[in-house]
């Protein structure tokens, strides 16, 4: 009987402790993506942006972030071009060419992909956040401007995914004067080589030097 009684407060236990792992709040969910994202810095991240504007249609770019360092690649209308750059140089390669171009660094590039990574950094400050949807693999947040939010850079609402195995976001979606943007497929971990400018890769490119 003792054996019984032990099973099955073992069994309590479990299933107890389970429920308490399961059952977190959107603050705590958020939170702990915010901690998981903390390893962008050390490692180095890699994402697709798509920006979809209205009649001209969607624009995706892929990106890798590596301390001072990044990688873009656009592709528009099977037109490839790649931009590098490490925060004193700027390397393009225009695929329709066969062209590189290398220019003194320019800030906007990865201020672009830095203002559009604001959007996950302390989401729920300003923002009403509700869990819309939860399956096996995800948690669905749709996160709206509070009225007590006075901040007019804020963008009024987006939807995040964010997934039960890393807790780093799956997407993010975000809609302001008719545009779109979403960023997706986060991973951790880039290495040197996928952020630097290797010119033996594009052998017989024509190299355009304005520094």
């Not at 096996?136 to 509070?146: I, L, R, T, V």
């Not at 997407?171 to 080589?193: M, Q, Y």
Request: net charge negative.
């Amino acid at each position: 009987m003792n054996f019984f009684k032990k099973a099955i407060s073992c069994l309590f236990a479990a299933m107890l402790a389970g429920t308490l792992l399961i059952a977190q709040t959107p603050d705590e969910i958020i939170a702990r993506m915010n901690q998981e994202q903390k390893r962008f810095d050390s490692e180095g991240m890699s994402m697709i942006m798509e920006i979809k504007f209205p009649i001209i249609g969607t624009f995706g770019t892929t990106i890798y972030m590596l301390g001072d360092k990044y990688k873009m690649i656009t592709e528009v209308k099977g037109n490839l071009t790649t931009h590098w750059s490490d925060g004193v140089t700027d390397w393009e390669y225009d695929s329709s060419d066969n062209e590189i171009t290398i220019e003194k660094a320019k800030p906007s590039g990865k201020g672009e992909a830095e203002s559009n990574m604001k959007m996950l950094e302390g989401v729920t400050d300003g923002y009403d956040v509700k869990l819309t949807k939860e399956t096996d693999e995800a948690w669905y947040f749709h996160c709206k401007k509070s009225k007590s939010n006075k901040d007019k850079s804020d963008i009024k609402a987006m939807d995040l995914v964010v997934s039960k195995a890393t807790y780093l976001p799956l997407s993010v979606k975000a809609k302001e004067n008719g545009i779109t943007v979403i960023l997706r497929d986060f991973a951790v971990g880039v290495s040197e080589k996928d952020v630097t400018f290797d010119p033996a890769d594009y052998p017989g490119a024509k190299i355009v030097d304005k520094r």
